[in-house]
């Protein structure tokens, strides 16, 4: 399991002792009622929500990095796999907020993240980005006979983002709350495709190789036919959500699962509203948007989770 960066009641361990001792109160490992009303009132006291739940603001307060508690210099003991390619200062929002969202995107481009980070490092348009980037395939590459140069990106878990920190990423929902609050992963992917004769391209008109088509039964979002999110890209989304779930708390069950298989791609009110907290596609928050696009072997990672 990794280690927690959030606590609250109920919790126990070695995290819940050190909290206790950082607090001034007997440290026995147990996150119950004297902790939670310990915890509220130095939240009162330093000026924050006094909600009880021990989060990043909590504990910049107490001037404590958790993950460098549970660090060691063992590189197999963390998650070694996320490389780190920041995106520069004054291209994030660097405010410290807790997470309740994780939301997935495509970004309808190459299969190179760094290029992907670098373009939103020299655009035009502020502070957006996602806090990760998946790198993927080549859309011209045939997937049963591929070189080790097309598979240098594929499946590669670039953070872009510290994730105490956010870049806008969502567009005009209805909670600017959800935006500042809510982790985000971009998978490289071309996106949807156009069919001309019995071929099919990208909008930046790149031929897309048959065995990386998509072809749904039903139209989504105003077309059947998408790139392909890759074997290693799917795998390095289950991992990370699982990452970023234990480390923030939050319910890995939570929204796309929770509204089953047949639905969890639709624009909900409820989440445009930022009411559905846990996992989300763009597409649950936008009606204009297709990522991410309804690819079977994703719906059913989000369903095992």
Partial sequence: M??????????????VALLQTLLKIKA???FGVKTRERVVEFQKMNGLRPDGIVGPLTWEKLEFNPEEFWAD???????SWIEQYRLPEGEYVKKKTSKKYIFIHHTAGRHNPFKCIDHWAKDQRGRV??????GGLPSTANVDDLSSAQKKYDGRVIQAIDDRYWGYHLGPTGSSFMTNHSLSIEICSAGALKKKGDK????????VHPSQVEILPTEFR???YYHKYSEAQLESLEALLRHLCDKHDINIKSGMQKMGA???YHFKGAAWRGEITGILSHTNVRKDKSDVFPQPELTKLIMSL
């Fill in 28 to 30: 026995d490992g147990i």
């Fill in 222 to 224: 105003g077309t059947k």
């Fill in 2 to 15: 990794e280690k927690r960066l959030v606590l609250k009641t109920g919790y126990r361990g070695d995290d």
């Fill in 262 to 264: 047949a639905d969890m």
């Fill in 200 to 207: 099919y391209y990208t909008w930046y008109n790149e031929e």
């Fill in 73 to 79: 210099t063992d590189t197999t003991s963390s998650a």
């Fill in 129 to 134: 980005g996602t806090n990760y980037v998946i």
